[in-house]
Nanobody
Framework: QVTLVESGGGLVQTGGSLRLSCAAS????????MGWFRQAPGKEREFVAA????????ACASSVRGRFTISRANAKNTVYLHMNSLKPEDTAVYYCAARLSRVVRITTPMYDYWGQGTQVTVSS
């Protein structure tokens, strides 16, 4: 049984920073891909960033590139999303996801396990 638990969300002002964490348990291979997605009210869930545990390759959505960074601590089966220069349009529920492959992909159907999500609210 794979479980993903996100933490670190909250309320922040425009221009502020947050770090999200996702702790995975039950994954038998720490080389699997882990990623972050987000979903704003009334919108579809969208890709934010992903990282492969095998070679560290990453992918990042253009909307957050240069502001968000994904990193990973394989020994802890934990992935982080460092968010800087936050904007009101970043407000969403952020979900951690795991993909049972070493190849990074950016679409939701490619991910096998999901966390419950953590709310990020950026005030203007």
């Amino acid at each position: 049984q794979v479980t993903l638990v996100e933490s670190g969300g909250g309320l922040v002002q425009t221009g502020g920073s947050l770090r999200l964490s996702c702790a995975a348990s039950g994954l038998i291979d720490s080389n699997y891909v882990m990623g972050w997605f987000r979903q704003a009210p009334g919108k579809e869930r969208e890709f934010v960033a992903a990282i492969s545990g095998s070679d560290g390759s990453t992918a990042c959505a253009s909307s957050v590139r240069g502001r968000f960074t994904i990193s990973r601590a394989n020994a802890k089966n934990t992935v982080y999303l460092h968010m800087n220069s936050l904007k009101p349009e970043d407000t969403a529920v952020y979900y951690c996801a795991a993909r049972l492959s070493r190849v990074v992909r950016i679409t939701t159907p490619m991910y096998d396990y999901w966390g419950q999500g953590t709310q990020v609210t950026v005030s203007s």
